[in-house]
């Protein structure tokens, strides 16, 4: 078998060879087609339309080779592609290398160009390295883009003044002010109306916004535009598309070999690195994307760089544009609620209908404002949340370095120029160490930040020696490496000063293996994962009798203090000083198996944690047990938490307990005779679930249940009823009441199922509830926000193409 066949078709391969001769043969599937992806094509189409126009406009290519492009990927990437939504043709990161390539070889020999990028994208995709795009640093990567679109940017700012754009950046940016002088104001004019629909179109206020903003800002913008120019008799240049007969298809390379290798390399990088980040990013829109019942599988990259590179062999081949995955479209493809690689492809064919039977539509639109949309495609490639990406991981200089490089040397220069500044930097943060000496109080304190290695050991022996014998030391190592010198320098120096009747004690963080770690106390070293299974779980020699559960639990401090305690004393400082503020009051039973941080990945201060038996919410006035209406109202209106979220789970014995004795609890709670269940502590507790009961035995009410299966019996039925019930009660509350009519507070449901580790959020309301199984790959609609305060919910499907 062909090493480069895709291991899905492998797979099935191997199938159909193991299946028995005499089976009966399988039915073809028939095609089907979803009405969502046929919505979703449009949609994509109407995008794709202009911004094919405009970016064969700015590489100065012939017009119908980007819909040539536009036709190729929408057909062939999205048919072999290994992603079924990416949306693929021609990109505005291509812009600059096509238009380099054209203005020094032609436009044939840049056609040949795209075959052979195509080739070398076959190639690598056999070989299986398409993974290894992803490790390039994401600062090279944002730095090329907004090389790519400052260059985009500046030449299309000389269209839409009414001239010609220069051959670089440089040129362009010292032809500017004679551009100013002679502008013409009609290009001026739609180039300005263009650029005013695309900023304010999706800004539309009210419901009619939300309609119309259904509508792509692109074809608005230059539909408005063109309408504009024809009714008011603008004499400006406009599209021009010759006959298909006289349409230049590929021809031989002519120029130096060594041109055209680097040509070539530098195609392949662009569409390669472009065409996979976009399927990565495509995962994540549709990880995030709620209420789509169709499962769409992840991409799988290697298939996707084999449909790109086919993608580029034909588009190449037949006169069109280098084909990569496009970022707008695709988004625009997965906000549609495209749930299959056919609304790819349909796109590709309505382009083709276009391109055949609208050239005389297409023809009355004009350059300038296709030139406009162009523009601020290119502004937009300058991401301001690149930016602040890059300097909060202080790479500034790896981002500004790229997109200079770009800007003024051209692509392949700017990005080896970026990877050099990153390696460079990268070699800086591995060799740059400090190291400081101070005394407090008698005792002296070494801190090493950074890697310590033998280019550090003088430093090191210089502050060491800076501390007088017999001394108390403090060394503290805040790095993730140390390598054998360092190592060696610091253990004979620990020697010689113990030696002379001095004390030091080496603490900080490291990762891995401790190195010359203090030893731990008795019975505490341990070096299990996070969650080793904990029942009856002790580590280390010393670990306490199997029956001495006293002393089992001073074990377990003894390893708090000694592991955990160094680890999250700061920010346990941090809240001493400040006070708790959580976001978030958790009610939840007291089951040993409910561990809330965990499930809800929360630390200290996160969580206002309520546990009872059952996680029941007395309504207000009944009972003589005020201790939850307290732990409410000072989570109210004290601490001021947006949310209070009600938790049960499978398996509950509270619940259990109310099903087989909810008879007798009734009869005792109406009588008042106090007899019976009701005599004891947890009898007069669980009456206050007697309203669950109730409300499961209501027949003219829909028990909610989980999303996608009934409940698996009726302790589980109870369980989830019981969520529901006391949600009800928690609005009975004063404290509660008023929150929630100011809009300051928010009430969700949340069910754990302990034997799955499954939790389920509360959607739905008015006896249409369900719990939604919360997974790592889909978002449940209407859900509700994580219960941590490190919310990332503001992740949107422009920040995911971003990230």
């Known amino acids: ?33 979803a009405g969502a992806d046929l919505s979703a094509s449009v949609a994509v189409f109407l995008i794709a339309l202009p911004l094919s126009l405009g970016i064969a406009l700015a590489t100065g290519a012939p017009l119908r080779a980007g819909l040539v492009a536009a036709a190729v990927g929408g057909l ?63 600062a090279v990567v944002h730095g090329m883009l907004a090389g ?31 551009q100013l002088t002679g502008l013409d104001p009609a290009a001026l004019a739609v180039s300005a109306l263009t650029l005013t629909v695309l900023l304010t179109w999706p800004r539309l206020p009210g419901r009619a916004g939300r309609l119309l903003g259904k509508v792509p800002a692109a074809l608005v913008a230059v539909a408005g535009a063109t309408a504009v120019a024809s009714l008011t008799g603008l004499v400006l240049p406009r599209v021009d598309l010759p006959s298909w007969r006289s349409h230049a298809l590929a021809g031989l390379p002519e120029g130096p070999v060594l041109g055209l290798v680097a040509a070539v390399l530098g195609t392949t990088l662009v569409c390669s690195v472009q065409s996979l980040l976009g399927a990565v990013a495509v995962d994540k829109l549709v990880a995030g994307r709620a209420g789509t019942a169709t499962r769409v599988g992840r991409s799988d990259l290697d298939r996707e760089l084999l449909g790109q590179g086919a993608a580029n062999v034909v588009s190449g081949a037949l006169g069109g544009l280098p084909v990569a995955g496009v970022a707008v479209r695709s988004t625009a ?77 051209g692509v392949l220069q700017g990005v080896a120029l970026g990877i050099a500044v990153a390696v460079a930097v990268a070699l800086r943060r591995l060799t740059r160490t400090r190291i400081t000496h101070e005394e407090r109080k008698g005792v002296h304190h070494v801190h090493v930040r950074g890697q310590l290695t033998f280019l550090a050991v003088p430093r090191l022996s210089r502050a060491l020696h800076l501390v007088p014998p017999g ?16 190592y060696e320098s610091l253990q004979d120096w620990q020697r010689t000063h113990t030696a002379q009747g001095g004390s030091v004690e080496l603490t900080g963080r490291r990762a891995g293996a401790r190195i010359a770690e203090p030893a731990a106390p ?68 007291a089951d040993s198996r409910l561990v809330t941080s965990m499930i809800t990945s929360s630390g200290p201060g996160d969580l206002f944690v309520v546990r009872n038996v059952g996680n029941l919410v007395p309504p207000p006035g009944q009972g003589e047990d005020d201790s939850v209406a307290a732990a409410v109202e000072y989570a109210v209106d004290v601490l001021g938490v947006r949310s209070i979220t009600v938790c049960g789970h499978s398996g509950c014995g509270a619940m259990q307990a109310l099903l087989a004795s909810g008879p007798d609890l009734a009869s005792d709670s109406g009588s008042g005779s106090g007899s019976g269940q009701i005599r004891t502590p947890l009898g007069r507790w669980l009456r206050h679930g007697l309203p669950s009961l109730e409300r499961m035995a209501d027949d003219g009410r829909r028990d909610p249940r989980p999303a996608g299966r009934p409940p698996a019996d009726a302790v589980e039925r109870l369980c989830l009823t019981n969520v529901v019930q006391q949600l009800e009660h928690l609005r009975a509350h004063d404290s509660v009441a008023r929150a929630l009519r100011e809009g300051t507070l928010e009430l969700h449901g949340m069910y754990f199922h302990v034997g799955e580790a499954e939790a389920y959020l509360l959607t739905g309301a008015d006896g249409e509830e369900t719990f939604t199984r919360v997974s790592t ?3 449940p609609q209407a859900a509700a926000p994580p219960l941590t305060l490190s919310d990332t919910s503001d992740t949107t499907s422009e920040k995911a193409f971003q990230e």
């Open 522 to 589: 008795d019975g505490v070293r341990c070096r299990c994962r996070p969650w080793t299974p904990w029942r009856n779980h002790q580590c280390g020699s010393a670990a306490p009798a199997p029956g001495d559960r006293g002393h089992r639990l001073a074990h377990g401090i003894r390893a708090f203090q000694h592991s955990t305690a160094p680890r999250v004393r700061e920010e346990l400082a941090r809240l001493a000083r400040e006070g708790q503020r959580p976001s978030q009051l958790f009610l939840t039973c």
């Open 1 to 33: 078998m062909p090493a480069c066949v895709p291991a899905h078709t492998a797979k099935s391969a191997r199938t159909e060879r193991s299946h028995p001769p005499h089976s009966p043969p399988r039915r073809p599937r028939r095609f089907h087609l």
């Open 777 to 779: 790959t889909e978002t």
């Open 333 to 409: 493809n997965v906000r549609a609620g495209a749930v299959s690689r056919n609304s790819t492809m349909l796109h590709g064919v309505l382009v083709v209908i276009a391109a055949l039977l609208m050239v005389p539509v297409l023809e009355f639109v004009p350059l300038a404002s296709l030139a406009a949309l162009v523009m601020a495609v290119g502004i937009q490639m300058v991401s301001p949340h690149h930016i602040r990406t890059v300097t909060r991981h202080q790479e500034v200089p790896v981002y500004a370095a790229t997109a200079l490089g770009v800007a003024a040397l």
């Open 148 to 178: 790519i679109g400052v260059t985009i940017a500046v030449a299309q700012v000389h269209i839409v003044l009414g001239g010609s754009p220069q051959s670089s950046v440089l040129d362009n940016l010292r032809a500017l002010p004679a």
């Open 471 to 486: 001394a108390d030391v403090v060394v503290r190592l805040d790095g993730s490496f140390m390598d054998h010198a360092a």
């Open 76 to 138: 062939v990437a999205g048919r072999l592609g290994g992603s079924p939504l990416q949306v693929s043709g021609p990109a505005a990161g291509l812009t600059v290398v096509t238009a380099d390539l054209i203005q020094r070889y032609g436009w044939r020999t840049t056609c040949a160009v795209t075959v052979l990028a195509g080739l070398a994208q076959l190639a690598l995709g056999c070989l299986r390295v398409a993974r290894g795009a992803l490790a390039v640093s994401p």
